[in-house]
């Protein structure tokens, strides 16, 4: 059975940090690339980061640069965000993807992240 379970969910101040994590299982992880994505409400999702199957290559939506980090461990099957310097436009409900060469595709549950004083 194919899981990606996020974890992490809270709630945080402006200018606070939060890491989220993913564990999956049921399926090759490490064959996959990966990719964190976020909807706030009454909003598209939209993409945050992605990361290759090997780690060695990442990306980041404009909006997160220099504030969020994307890394895997092939060796536990998860894949984190770490979120610092965290803004209340940063609120949503975040979610991890796996994908392989377009082939096959899965998505977590989702977590919440809510930034506010």
């Known amino acids: 059975q194919v899981q990606l379970v996020e974890s992490g969910e809270g709630l945080v101040q402006p200018g606070g940090s939060l890491r989220l994590s993913c564990a999956a299982s049921?399926?090759?992880?490490?064959?996959?690339?990966l990719r964190w994505y976020r909807q706030a409400p009454g909003k598209e999702r939209e993409l945050v980061a992605t990361i290759t199957s090997a780690g060695d290559s990442t990306n980041y939506t404009d909006s997160v640069k220099g504030r969020f980090t994307i890394s895997r461990d092939n060796a536990k099957n998860t894949v984190d965000l770490q979120m610092n310097s965290l803004k209340p436009e940063d609120t949503a409900v975040y979610y991890c993807?796996?994908?392989?060469?377009?082939?096959?595709?899965?998505w977590g549950q989702g977590t919440q992240v809510t930034v506010s004083s």
């Open positions: 993807y796996a994908r392989w060469l377009g082939l096959r595709s899965y």
């Open positions: 049921g399926f090759s992880f490490s064959k996959y690339a």
